[in-house]
């Protein structure tokens, strides 16, 4: 069965970088978007990022443009958030998802179980 | 970015109840509208996409409709658990946006 399973998640300083990582499984990831959806603490769902199943294209939201980049490598099925500058308004939950329809941006399908990122001195 | 809204923000019902949560769009976005469930500590699970379609696996008594700017989600008789936030989203444009979430508590 598909599985998202996010790691790289911890306590950060602010201005610090991090990497979170996505490791997938149980379907063919190199035919898929990626996005990252983050949700602060008792807040709702903001989504982050997606990258394109290729990788050729990337998207941000304006709140980590500049500060975030996604990647993703194919031949380890593994997409990558890495976040630079972090400030206190970046902690939250961020989850790892694929997108529904192959070779197609989409609805989220599945969800990873998220990993915690907090920013703090 | 285009703007979602959803009503009630939260919603206190009874088991057997029908529930209805509204979602409005700030532009038409045609079908590209899900809903997701997401129980406390879980991550969201999608429930309905495309505006009306039942993702597989997920029970009948869900529901969605709607098209253009104005969508409703319906459980057609809540069970106990069913207890979660709802979330609507679009994905006709980048960003992708959420609704603000519906509390259900019984």
């Known amino acids: 069965q598909v599985q998202l399973v996010e790691s790289g998640g911890g306590v950060v300083q602010p201005g610090r970088s991090l990497r979170l990582s996505c490791a997938a499984s149980?379907?063919?990831?190199?035919?898929?978007?990626m996005d990252w959806v983050r949700q602060a603490p008792g807040r709702g769902l903001e989504w982050v990022a997606v990258?394109?199943?290729?990788?050729?294209?990337?998207y941000f939201s304006d709140s980590v443009k500049g500060r975030f980049s996604i990647s993703r490598d194919n031949s380890r099925n593994t997409v990558y958030l890495q976040m630079n500058s972090l400030r206190a308004e970046d902690t939250a939950v961020y989850y790892c998802?694929?997108?529904?329809?192959?070779?197609?941006?989409?609805?989220?399908?599945?969800w990873g179980q998220g990993t915690l990122v907090t920013v703090s001195s | 970015d285009i703007q979602m809204t959803q009503s009630p923000s939260s919603l206190s019902a009874s088991v057997g109840d029908r529930v209805t949560i509204a979602c409005q769009a700030s532009?038409?976005?045609?079908?590209?509208l899900n809903w997701y469930q997401q129980k406390p500590g879980k991550a969201p699970k999608l429930l309905i996409y495309?505006?009306?379609n039942l993702e597989t696996g997920v029970p009948s008594r869900f529901s969605g409709s709607g098209s253009g700017t104005d969508f409703t989600f319906t459980i057609i008789s809540l069970q106990p658990e069913d207890i979660a936030t709802y979330y609507c989203?679009?994905?006709?444009?980048?960003?992708?946006?959420f609704g603000q979430g519906t509390r259900l508590e019984i």
């Open positions: 495309d505006a009306s």
């Open positions: 990258i394109w199943y290729d990788g050729s294209k990337k």
């Open positions: 532009q038409d976005i045609s079908i590209y």
């Open positions: 989203q679009q994905y006709d444009n980048l960003p992708l946006t």
């Open positions: 149980g379907f063919t990831f190199s035919s898929y978007g």
């Open positions: 998802a694929r997108e529904g329809v192959p070779g197609s941006r989409s609805w989220i399908q599945q």
